[in-house]
């Protein structure tokens, strides 16, 4: 992968760093010049694309093609985020916290 930003289609994979953000609160490299920029959440609440069912402070990792989902039992390093609210449905948007949990 030569770009920076690229959307993930490994399932737990341990090399993601973030969620892709709608509408940051801060943007760092402000300025960044490219074909293509994404505004990368670290940290902070994001929505973000699951497929359910997740529950209410399930630990998420990525389930590829921009979506995450719940895992019980998650290896180090492909944790993305804590869910922060109920999803039943088979794919949606849900509130999570990302960054340390």
Not at 5 to 12: E, F, I, L, Q, Y
């Amino acid at each position: 992968r030569s770009a920076e930003v690229t959307v993930n289609a490994v399932d737990a994979d341990p090399k993601v760093a973030g969620v892709v953000s709608t509408d940051p609160g801060f943007i760092m490299n402000e300025g960044l010049k490219a074909d293509y920029v994404a505004k990368v959440a670290l940290t902070g609440r994001v929505p973000t694309m699951v497929i359910g069912p997740v529950k209410k402070g399930d630990m998420l990792v990525v389930a590829g093609l921009g979506r995450a989902r719940a895992e019980a039992n998650p290896k180090i390093g492909s944790v993305i985020g804590k869910a922060l609210e109920d999803f039943a449905g088979d794919e949606g948007v849900i509130e999570v916290v990302v960054g340390r949990v």
